[in-house]
């Protein structure tokens, strides 16, 4: 280990990045590189170690099931994938245009799948992100009702940038979870971007949600800003039965 006055410092002052390359650059010659050459390195590994910190940060508390990665989508499977548009979507403007993402089709043709890579393309860009299943926000949000932390929950569901509601319409909504719904779409509504997958066609959402007065409101919020993609095919899941590459797109 170093025992140098200015990488104890560095390190008193958590510059963990810069007392790293410090110690490394002890260890070389780097007599051609100018005092701000080597100032430079220094400063560009602290950045890079301080950006991966914040990075792992930020997809720990996504919650990402599973953490998908971009470079890993498989775009050959016949599923009605556009490449162009998601290619754009991976760009990220969308998040900056505070838009919508909405990914429909057949249970096991990678909406999940690809919902997560968004994400996590996303937290990749800076933005936090979170993941749940409608079923399980609306028990959370049913839960925040009853003990006294709805109003802080909202607020926590508002402050996220790309949050990931999993599992749209599988379940039979009643009063209180549509105007739940209502309430955490209405926070986001030009404000933040929510990602939905589900396998009700666009079509059939607005009588999945059952109240047609609700339902015009919630659709409003969500719809239409939203990028949609409508997949279809057969099942990645029961092609790829038994295979663990990172390319396994539920």
């Known amino acids: 280990m170093l025992h140098h006055p200015t990488h104890e410092k560095l390190t008193r002052l958590k510059l963990f990045g810069m007392a790293r390359a410090f110690a490394e650059q002890s260890a070389l010659d780097l007599d051609h590189l100018t005092f701000e050459e080597r100032l430079g390195l220094l400063v560009d590994h602290e950045v890079t ?16 099931k599973p953490n998908a990665a971009a470079e890993d989508i498989d775009y050959r499977h016949p599923r009605g994938l556009d490449k162009a548009l998601f290619q754009r979507l991976l760009a990220g403007q969308w998040l900056t245009d505070r838009q919508n993402v909405l990914l429909t089709g057949p249970t096991g043709v990678g909406k999940t799948w690809l919902a997560c890579a968004l994400a996590h393309q996303a937290c990749r860009q800076g933005y936090s992100a979170y993941y749940v299943r409608l079923p399980r926000l609306l028990d959370e949000l049913g839960i925040g009702r009853a003990d006294g932390r709805y109003g802080k929950l909202l607020k926590q569901l508002a402050r996220i940038d790309t949050l990931v509601i999993d599992d749209w319409g599988l379940a ?10 209502l309430e955490v779409l209405d926070d986001r509504h030009g404000t933040r971007s929510t990602i939905v997958t589900s396998q009700l066609p666009i079509e059939h959402w607005h009588a999945a949600i059952g109240d047609p007065t609700l339902a015009d409101a919630i659709l409003d919020r969500l719809v239409h800003n939203a990028h949609q993609l409508n997949l279809k095919g057969d099942s990645l899941r029961r092609k790829r039965a038994g295979l663990t590459s990172p390319a396994h797109q539920e």
């Open 172 to 181: 039979v909504l009643d009063d209180a979870h549509r105007r739940d719904l």
């Open 49 to 64: 170690e301080r950006d991966g910190k914040a990075l792992a940060l930020r997809l720990q508390r996504a919650r990402l």
